[in-house]
């Protein structure tokens, strides 16, 4: 593996820093980390966040994805996943909703945006963990990065939703890859 995944630098002082910086937006949300159990029988803690969204109340979307609920992002038609990416661009952080019912990445609602390709180094880091995993499945909801820093997010609507076991699969893999818990992050949701 050629590039470090969690971002980290030396500033004057020689003092470290990591993603935390890039999250600062975030922290009013957060809460207790999620504990996973990994099939190596370990237990890991990944950051989590609570978020409450607005339903969309205007006009009907072409294309809910079999239902999926939409959500009011700043007068915009969006999917739970497309408005966590939509609050990360707004810090910064550049994306996509990995589209696993589709098989694509997605920056707008489908039907309304068409899918868009990956840059290298990102689209080769997928591929390499899909290829540790054995699966076309798996990857968590949304992809981000911020210069060298990249994040895995998931999603799951509380008390709807729960963690499958492909995903717990893609994590498992992507650490044992050489990503760390801080490339993690989990998003419970609401109305």
């Known amino acids: 593996m ?3 995944l969690l971002r980290t630098n030396m500033d004057d002082d020689h003092t470290y820093t990591s993603q935390e910086g890039n999250l600062e937006f975030l922290q009013p949300y957060k809460v207790d980390g999620e504990i996973f159990s990994l099939s190596s029988g370990v237990d890991i803690s990944i950051q989590k966040y609570f978020l409450t969204f607005n339903l969309w109340k205007g006009l009907p979307i072409p294309n809910t ?13 969006v999917f739970a996943e497309l408005a966590v990416l939509r609050l990360f661009q707004s810090h910064g952080w550049e ?7 589709r098989r694509n990445y997605r920056v707008g609602l489908p ?10 180094k990102q689209r080769e880091l997928i591929e390499s963990i899909r ?16 210069e060298d820093t990249m994040l ?19 994590l498992e ?12 992050a989990f998003v419970e949701w609401k109305f």
């Open 173 to 184: 893999k992507s650490l044992d890859y050489g990503l760390t818990k801080e490339n993690f």
């Open 2 to 4: 050629a590039t470090k």
């Open 111 to 120: 039907d309304v945006v068409d899918p868009i390709e990956l840059p290298q």
């Open 65 to 77: 994805y079999n239902n999926k609920p939409v959500i009011d992002w700043r007068g915009e038609p």
């Open 131 to 146: 290829a540790k995993t054995g699966r076309p499945g798996g990857c968590w909801d949304v992809f981000v990065w911020k």
């Open 152 to 170: 895995f997010i998931e999603l799951k609507r509380q008390k709807k939703d729960s963690i499958r076991e492909t995903q717990l699969r893609w």
């Open 95 to 101: 994306g996509v909703w990995v589209d696993s019912y």
